[in-house]
């Protein structure tokens, strides 16, 4: 009988590993896909994957309200059909949309437009409050929805009558309510929404020539395709070469495109992307060493240095706080 090495059952170890794992993540897709096809959450191009958020909210309201203290921690890229808006209660935050950053403070109101992509990056003891306005809504101002385009960053402002301020003061009477939970305070609810969605209509929405925006459209569609095709083989040793090649243009052109949409580098996206399922799966037993090699990562030095400065803490320190 053959006995096999130490060697070689490393190998094999890893093989089955990678496999098994390769089976879940597939296993988890289906599952957002199906919830997603009941929900009607597909996009007429039947865009997919776990950057396209999946937003629950209320049945009566058809919102999702919710006011959050945050943690030291940057959210992947990702992008919905709602239009979202954060207020900055307490504390200071990032907000990034496309190549655009913003810096939050206490008063500030971030937006991000509908199907546009943008992300996060929080810090220990901000609070904020959380709204996102489905189509449904949106549709109320123009049929035409997916081409509304809003103000992106509302600074705080002190001035008596100021855009800031009226925002604020709907922000916070939404708040009052929601915590009340008074009989009909959830119609007043959405009357406050919608004297939100008057004031933005009104005072900060921008238009742009429908030329421009079809080019936007179309190279904006490439992009996710391209971010869909990350979360598939984010495992694998992808390049910058790969991901030009996946759009058949040159390294230089695709550069500047995903820069252009994301924010963000092809190389700098694939380390999120890496580094959110790297988090996940942190509330597990399995040893680093194999969370590393699982999911794609080789430099642990990098890693390292881009971990703390996500989640403000090492590998080690957040497993021993969750667990």
């Given at each position: ?12 170890e890893k ?7 390769r089976?879940i ?15 009607g ?19 009566r ?5 919710a ?14 059909e ?44 901000t ?11 949106l ?35 939404m ?98 992307v ?38 403000g ?11």
């Amino acid at each position: 009988m053959y006995v096999y090495s130490l060697r070689e059952n490393e190998i094999i170890e890893k093989t089955v590993s990678c496999f098994l794992n390769r089976l879940i993540l597939i296993f988890k897709k289906r599952f957002v896909r199906i919830i997603s096809e009941k929900r009607g959450d597909f996009d007429l191009n039947g865009q997919k994957n776990l950057e396209h958020e999946i937003i629950f909210e209320d049945v009566r309201t058809q919102l999702y309200f919710a006011c959050y203290t945050g943690e030291e921690k940057m959210l992947l890229a990702h992008w919905h059909e709602h239009l979202e808006l954060v207020y900055v209660l307490e504390g200071e935050m990032t907000a990034y949309s496309q190549d655009s950053v913003y810096e939050l403070v206490r008063g500030d109101l971030f937006l991000a437009n509908t199907s546009e992509i943008h992300y996060t990056h929080t810090h220990c003891g901000t609070r904020y409050c959380l709204l996102q306005i489905p189509p449904a809504h949106l549709k109320r101002i123009t049929p035409d929805w997916k081409t509304l385009r809003f103000q992106e960053y509302i600074m705080h402002s002190e001035e008596s009558g100021s855009l800031s301020g009226r925002l604020g003061a709907i922000f916070r009477s939404m708040l009052f309510l929601q915590e009340r939970k008074g009989q009909g305070d959830q119609l007043l609810l959405l009357s406050e929404v919608f004297r939100l969605l008057y004031l933005l209509d009104t005072e900060a929405r921008e238009e742009k020539s429908s030329g421009r925006l079809e080019e936007n459209v179309r190279d904006l569609e490439r992009i996710k395709q391209t971010m869909e095709y990350i979360q598939d083989h984010y495992q694998e040793p992808l390049t910058l070469s790969d991901g030009a090649a996946f759009l058949s243009v040159t390294p230089e052109h695709f550069c500047r495109l995903f820069k252009k949409y994301t924010g963000q580098t092809f190389l700098g996206y694939l380390g999120q992307v890496r580094m959110t399922h790297f988090y996940e799966d942190l509330s597990g037993e399995d040893k680093i060493t194999l969370l590393l090699d699982r999911h794609g990562i080789r430099n642990y030095k990098v890693f390292l240095r881009e971990f703390k400065k996500n989640y403000g803490q090492t590998p080690q320190q957040v497993r021993r706080k969750i667990s």
